[in-house]
């Protein structure tokens, strides 16, 4: 009975000093995108990440780019891993498997005569979205080519200004980032041309799109698998999503990710 005692004993000490010995500081590129990454490292998208690798024993620093930028960062050599990745976008590294799911419709003011409940009912309209929507979401690139204007900027709160202001009929990107822009305007103490309270309806006009993350070490990638699928079952990745949403469900309404 000693014995079989002193070998699980042993057996556990030399599981915790690997575990010591295998956790990492791992330097995570993100792009700049609130309420999912905000600037201070923190978001929705953040708090899934930071949580799972924890689990792992890893400790994490989020360096915050513009979006799209972050990859570019990432493919010339800075950092150990890269965040809010489109399968099969060609980076260097170990990819995981899907972790969480942006979703991307359309948001319009409330007061429209005609609301925009199918993508074909933005023919003939003014359409601005995030920069690299064409390419990301499917089909929606030929979509476009029937909008009266059309143009995708890096800037996103840019986007609420222009559909808060008129130029802009309709703005397409994941609701949840509209939302959170359209909080800032309403917070925010410079002096606006247009009311950003005005109420805004946001449709979830395409499927939801999965994003992936990219790590140099395939060790690291293996254990965010492992420890995102464990938060997955325990219900912790579910938990913190609802929260998040939840945050937002005055724009978002019923149909973000039927959360």
């Known amino acids: 009975m000693r014995n079989m005692l002193r070998v699980s004993v042993s057996f ?27 600037a201070d490292g923190t978001g929705r998208e953040a ?21 799209t930028r972050h990859w570019a960062s990432f493919k010339d050599g800075a ?22 799911a942006y979703q991307n419709g359309v948001a319009f003011l409330a007061s429209r005569p005609q609301p925009f409940e199918t993508l074909v009912d933005l023919n003939g309209n003014s359409v601005v979205a ?9 089909g929606f690139g030929d979509a476009s080519k029937g909008f009266s204007e059309y143009r995708e900027m890096a800037d996103q709160i840019t986007q609420n200004k222009l559909v808060f202001g008129g130029r802009a009929a309709a703005a397409v990107g994941d609701g949840m980032i509209f939302a959170e822009y359209s909080r800032q305007l309403q917070e925010s103490r410079e002096t606006l041309p247009f009311d950003p309270n005005q109420p805004v309806r946001f449709n979830a006009l395409f499927e939801p799109s999965p ?49």
């Not at 708090?47 to 792992?56: A, N, Q």
């Not at 995030?130 to 499917?138: D, R, S």
Request: net charge negative; glycine share 6%.
């Open 12 to 38: 556990f000490l030399v599981s915790a000093a690997c575990l010591t010995a295998n956790a990492a500081e791992i330097k995570i590129l993100a792009g700049d995108l609130p309420p999912m990454m905000n």
């Open 47 to 67: 708090e899934i990440i930071k949580t799972t690798l924890e689990r792992c024993g890893h400790t994490v620093k989020f360096e915050v780019q513009p979006f």
């Open 79 to 100: 950092g150990d891993a890269v965040t809010t990745i489109p399968p099969g976008l060609p980076l260097p590294g170990t990819p995981t498997s899907q972790y969480i």
């Open 130 to 138: 995030f920069k690299g929507a064409a390419e990301i979401i499917p």
């Open 211 to 259: 994003y992936v993350m990219q790590f140099r070490d395939p060790a690291h990638a293996a254990d965010f698998d492992r420890c995102f699928k464990e938060a997955e079952a325990d219900g912790t990745i579910a938990k913190i999503n609802k929260a998040w949403v939840d945050k937002y469900r005055d724009t978002l309404g019923s149909s973000y990710l039927n959360y």
